[in-house]
């Protein structure tokens, strides 16, 4: 460097300083607290040098990701549809049996981070579900007082595998907590019924407890002729074209919901022996995990509601919900 290209010489010893604490701090891994004791500066005024020196180019920051998480597209996610934490994982297969497994595991993997004693997990059903069961079980988790609740009716046509109450006792058992059953539909004959069983005294402390569920884990599913919805409630194909109509894209525990993420087609989920849409939403901490090509409509809608808190889901899923946002 030449003397032309030396910054002015009235602003050397601020810069000598930057040099001398970013030494310090980044390659000598001195706290700032240490950083302020050895200098005789404030700490604020250590923070505020340290700040200057990356903004005048001093230091260079360098993030290596050693995981096959997508960062990019999950800043997006997160900072687009108010996220706490968005989880982009790599689509290996087009295989959607393995998407699933893999969401399922990555998703056990998240949940044990935040698990401590005392806490109530409510969860939905599906095969998304099924699979983030199955990853806990695959992980030595220590035992904890948990409580596990459906936050939906546990009995309908479908596979035991997939209904709320088996899922619920499932986790439990890997958890090493208690859980809660739901005798009841997920989806009553009509809205008298539904009235009655949610009268019903044990249905209603199941549904007290959801309702104060600590954390909420919930599949995503969509509406289509090919949905599990058909199988799960025996929709017909008048019931497919009504929820068409009524301008339904997805639905969270039964609970149909718009292109805007708000709750639509009322007729059914006023059937809904359950928590609704508004109440899963103000859980202190909901998070979707759901991938596959058939889910990005559903997805995309949900998060614009703002019902999520967290999304676990795929890149693929997450690149076609950036170029919907962003055409």
């Not at 407890?209 to 929709?235: M, Q, V, Y």
Request: with cysteine.
């Amino acid at each position: 460097m030449t003397t032309q290209e030396l910054p002015p010489s009235e602003i050397w010893p601020e810069i000598r300083s930057m040099v001398k604490l970013a030494t310090l701090f980044y390659q000598e891994g001195y706290s700032q607290r240490e950083i302020a004791e050895l200098t005789g500066f404030s700490r604020s005024k250590v923070s505020r040098l340290l700040k200057k020196a990356r903004q005048h180019d001093i230091v260079h920051v360098e993030v290596v990701n050693p995981l096959p998480f997508q960062t990019e597209n999950e800043r997006f996610l997160e900072q687009t549809f108010n996220l706490r934490e968005a989880i982009v994982v790599p689509r290996n297969t087009d295989n959607e049996a393995g998407i699933i497994q893999t969401l399922g595991s990555v998703a056990a993997s998240y949940l044990t981070q935040l698990l401590h004693d005392n806490m109530i997990l409510a969860l939905s059903h599906g095969t998304t579900i099924r699979a983030f069961v199955d990853g806990i079980k695959h992980l030595n988790v220590e035992p904890n007082q948990l409580t596990i609740v459906p936050l939906v009716g546990g009995l309908t046509k479908a596979s035991p595998e997939v209904h709320t109450n088996f899922l619920a006792r499932e986790l439990a058992n890997a958890l090493g907590g208690t859980h809660l059953e739901m005798y009841a539909p997920q989806l009553a004959d009509s809205t008298n019924n539904r009235d009655t069983f949610m009268s019903d005294s044990s249905i209603e402390y199941v549904l007290a407890k959801a309702r104060a569920a600590d954390i909420l884990i919930t599949g995503i599913g969509e509406i289509s002729e090919t949905s599990r919805l058909i199988e799960l409630c025996s929709f017909t194909r008048t019931d497919m074209q009504q929820l068409d109509k009524g301008g339904a894209v997805g639905e969270i525990g039964s609970n149909f919901y718009n292109q805007e993420g708000q709750a639509c087609c009322q007729a059914y989920n006023n059937r809904v022996v359950g928590l609704s849409l508004d109440e899963v939403k103000k859980a202190p901490l909901v998070i979707g995990v759901a991938g596959g090509e058939s889910k990005v409509e559903a997805l995309h809608a949900i998060l614009k509601g703002e019902v999520l808190d967290v999304l676990i889901t795929d890149d693929g899923v997450a690149k076609a919900i950036y170029d919907r946002h962003n055409s």
